[in-house]
């Protein structure tokens, strides 16, 4: 259980750990660039709000729960949970990180520009 447990653990902080700064691709055509960096600076900080440490980790105990009730059906209660918990953990981890580079986009978009993406 030990060594599944630190495989949860470390699927879950390189999932954590991919997550990075969201880009948006923007028409620059026009725009002001240093005005641009400033507000793509500023909305990347709002898009770093989102949590993703701690929805992947819920992610991760919903899915230990579900996965640990379904594999105690079949007999394997922990095998079920690992499973689970790096499968919701994963699940969740991806959520997170696209939830991210949509408030960049909108932040972006709601500042005048043209985003591509």
Known sequence: MTLLRCAVTISLLILAACSGTPRPIVDTKGVDMARYRQDLAECQEYAREVD??????KGAAAGA??????GAIGGSAGEGAGTGAVTGGAASAIKNDRERELVAKRCMRGRGYRVLN
């Open 65 to 70: 729960v579900v996965g640990g009730a379904l």
């Open 52 to 57: 993703i440490a701690a929805g992947t980790a």
